[in-house]
């Protein structure tokens, strides 16, 4: 939608910029509650965000076994891999 609220307005340009602002405050306090080992971990679960219409919701999702990053044995294991 192009318009007052749709992409490429100045509505949805601020929007993004304050998005990014919520997402990484809960990174930052994820980061945090594992460094002190403290609280739930969002481990398993995918978080989205709807800045519209201000909701969250969080899905369960399951780990794959062969995943190259996650799974049993996992090959990505630093950021340099490649
Ligand atoms: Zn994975």
């Not at 992409?7 to 990014?20: E, I, Q, R, T, W």
């Amino acid at each position: 939608m192009v318009g007052a609220g749709g992409l490429g307005s100045p509505a949805a340009f601020y929007l993004a910029g304050a998005g990014v602002g919520v997402i990484g405050t809960l990174q930052a306090t994820e980061a945090i509650k594992c460094a002190v080992g403290r609280g739930q971990l969002l481990t398993d679960r995918l978080l989205t965000y709807d800045a519209l219409s201000m909701r969250f919701r969080t899905v369960t999702v399951q780990r794959q076994a062969d995943c190259p990053l996650c799974g049993a044995n996992p090959t990505i294991v630093d950021v340099h891999h490649g």
